[in-house]
């Protein structure tokens, strides 16, 4: 068991994990090895100190080079559920389950918001774990969504599954699989009675037995029952604290402003939170 698990590998997460090694916590930074989408797409970024006009690609070196030097691994995945299980914590990755005694949140912002119906037909058709729910439609009609490259997988994955998918990206992404059409940028509506039956596109309706959202960034209450959120951004204290006891966030989760300074701090305050919380006698 961990001392404490970091979701996210953006400019929080990266700033809790090298502050939670000099502290000499025990920890698991979970995310993409390659950091955030966010950070790498950054044309210019201009008010991060000691950083002078650099591309969001300059800035991923330079992290993944500090994490490199306090030999700080990043654990490939994508966090699909946070389970308190008395004094600890489960978070679900796929089929993997890693567990902790605290949780930091660096998850970013959800990069797009629920479409209509989404959250409605959530568990009853809708998914956004491609392994977790993939083999339940096995030889089933379904659409996915994914945001580009990083997530093509996942679709893959699911093609073995599912007889037809119906993908929506708004990347030009290319799938080697014959049963995978692409037939919009994005789904607007998901629709059914007692679960999903179809989705809408710009281009039309596709009648599905499920929908499969495989986002970047889920919104924090949806990855974590019982987390209280204010327009979409998790409440937290002045040291990073949410209402849930062992649970921290840090960065554009916690809400704007959405700066790179501002989330290295607050996943500043959360690694020294966490390490307090522990040496407390809580979370043991």
Do not use: H
């Not at 690609?57 to 030097?69: G, H, I, N, R, Y």
């Not at 039309?204 to 959202?213: L, S």
Request: proline share 2%.
């Amino acid at each position: 068991m961990y001392d404490c698990i970091i979701i996210g590998t953006g400019a929080a997460g990266v700033s809790a994990a090298l502050t939670l090694k000099a502290l000499k916590v025990n920890f698991l930074l979970l995310g993409d090895k390659k950091l955030s989408r966010k950070i790498r797409s950054a044309e210019k970024i201009k008010n991060y100190p000691g950083l002078i006009g650099v591309s969001g690609e300059e800035m991923s070196k330079v992290f993944l080079t500090q994490l490199a030097d306090a030999e700080i691994e990043i654990t490939q995945g994508k966090a699909n559920g946070v389970y308190p299980m008395g004094d600890s914590f489960s978070v679900m990755c796929g089929q993997v389950t890693y567990e902790g005694r605290t949780i930091i949140l660096a998850t970013g912002v959800e990069t797009i918001k629920p479409v209509k119906g989404e959250t409605e037909f959530l568990g009853r058709g809708v998914s956004y774990c491609a392994v977790c729910d993939g083999f339940l439609y096995k030889d089933k009609t379904i659409a996915v969504y994914c945001e580009g490259e990083e997530e093509i997988k996942e679709v893959l994955l699911l093609s073995q599954y599912a007889s037809k998918v119906y993908l929506f990206c708004p990347e030009k992404v290319k799938v080697d699989a014959p049963n995978v059409e692409r037939v919009g940028a994005v789904i607007k509506q998901i629709k059914g009675d007692m679960r999903t039956r179809a989705v809408v596109g710009v281009q039309g309706e596709w009648a599905v037995d499920g929908v499969f959202m495989l986002k970047q960034s889920f919104g924090a209450d949806t990855l974590v029952y019982g987390l209280k959120t204010e327009d979409g951004a998790i409440v937290t204290d002045k040291n990073q604290g949410t209402n849930l006891a062992g649970v921290f966030a840090a960065g554009d989760c916690t809400g704007r402003p959405f700066q790179y300074a501002k989330a290295v701090g607050e996943g500043n305050v959360c690694a020294y939170s966490v390490n307090a919380y522990l040496k407390s006698g809580k979370g043991v």
